[in-house]
């Protein structure tokens, strides 16, 4: 036991140095009892501290280790927003969310998207919800639910959000999610009168080459392209109007688990004008969860 000086503050403090336990050469290998001589010298070098540095020490070290724990916990990073959007058949949906997408960086799901997947695959699922599709019925919740929660699950939504489009469709579907503890922080209503949306659909033809979807009146298809253009089988003026009667009979119920986020956008409106509404919401969103970080 011996007196030395801190090396932050110069106080004099007791320390206690241990000596080496040394023992015969001939019981140890030689290489072994040289590095623990190294070992020995080095620990003598190292500077000492008093009881105060130490403790100090030991605290910035634990202050340290909670911040790298925070920050891969995702407590520095801003809750990435949820969104419905939705609306009857041709009321503009997809063009919308390519914008909201390429602005907001949201992950898009399309329940109808994810069915179709499924038919072209020719899965069980798929062959079932095909009849359904077919005759302009709404696909069962059991063969789509569960589908859209594994989606919702995967990290990449997790990371960047999402953007559910035009799901849930009934009642029972938003009850089903909600079980699941799903709910978006807005849901946006596009909102367009029935006679403007069969016109919409009953001209749209679909380029099977490049997937392009044209309007022969309202977005005409090139002269050159137009002999290979086809028509859904879901697109037709009597199919979109079943469509239109299932969408009314349900939206309400929908709309019933979301009054609180919900916003209507009038879709009568140009492009540009529907993306300004929406977008305008999207960013008072961005902003507050922005605000709630900072403070």
């Not at 030991?58 to 990073?77: P, Q």
């Not at 302009?136 to 589908?147: C, D, K, W």
């Not at 469509?243 to 492009?271: F, I, K, P, W």
Request: aromatic residues 4%; neutral net charge; contains cysteine.
């Amino acid at each position: 036991m011996h007196s030395i000086n801190c090396s932050s503050c110069s106080q004099a403090t007791l320390v206690q140095r241990r000596r080496p336990q040394h023992r015969p050469i001939a019981s140890i290998h030689t290489a072994a009892l040289t590095a623990r001589r190294q070992s020995h010298r080095e620990e003598q070098q190292k500077p000492l501290f008093c009881l105060v540095h130490t403790r100090r020490a030991s605290t910035v070290k634990s202050s340290r280790l909670k911040h790298i724990v925070a920050s891969s916990n995702g407590s520095h990073s801003k809750e990435p927003m949820r969104v419905m959007i939705s609306g009857a058949p041709a009321t503009g949906k997809g063009t919308q969310c390519s914008r909201i997408v390429e602005k907001f960086g949201l992950v898009h799901i399309s329940a109808g998207d994810l069915l179709r997947a499924e038919v072209a695959a020719g899965t069980t699922a798929g062959k079932e919800a095909a009849s359904y599709m077919d005759s302009g019925n709404l696909v069962p919740n059991s063969v789509v639910v569960e589908m859209v929660v594994n989606r919702l699950e995967q990290p990449d939504v997790q990371e960047h959000g999402w953007l559910l489009d035009g799901y849930p469709r009934s009642g029972d579907q938003a009850e089903a999610i909600v079980q699941k503890g799903i709910k978006p922080d807005l849901f946006v209503l596009i909102s367009v009168p029935d006679e403007d949306l069969v016109d919409r659909v009953a001209g749209r033809r679909l380029d099977p080459e490049t997937g392009e979807i044209y309007h022969m009146k309202h977005k005409p298809p090139p002269e050159d392209i137009e002999h290979r253009l086809i028509q859904r089988s879901d697109d037709t003026a009597e199919k979109v109007k079943t469509r239109l009667h299932n969408h009314h009979s349900n939206v309400d119920a929908v709309l019933g688990y979301y009054q609180d986020q919900l916003v209507e956008v009038d879709g009568t409106q140009s492009m540009d004008s529907v993306f300004s509404a929406i977008d305008e919401h999207l960013s008072k969103l961005s902003e507050s969860r922005s605000h709630a970080l900072a403070a």
